[in-house]
């Protein structure tokens, strides 16, 4: 199960992509996070669906910092082999 977020509020310079990327690695979920240019944080995450689901809930509240606003999820296609860090777009 393939799911494209994109998170926005105080999302960036709080550590929330380090912090996702450990939360990927704990569940099991594999993909990507990255920051855009407009302030939000970008993820596309594969993996079971209640890990992904876990992910999800878990990108609602973010890390210790983060004010996470909303997370706009939708369906998406892909697999990843793990959970990586990709530049700013």
Known sequence: MAKHLIISGRVQGVGYRASMIDEARRLGVAGWVRNRRDGTVEAMVDGDSAAVAAL????????????VADVLVEDSDGTFGEFDWLPTA
Do not use: D, Q, S, Y
């Open 56 to 67: 999800v809930a878990w990108a609602r509240r973010g890390p210790p910092g983060a004010r």
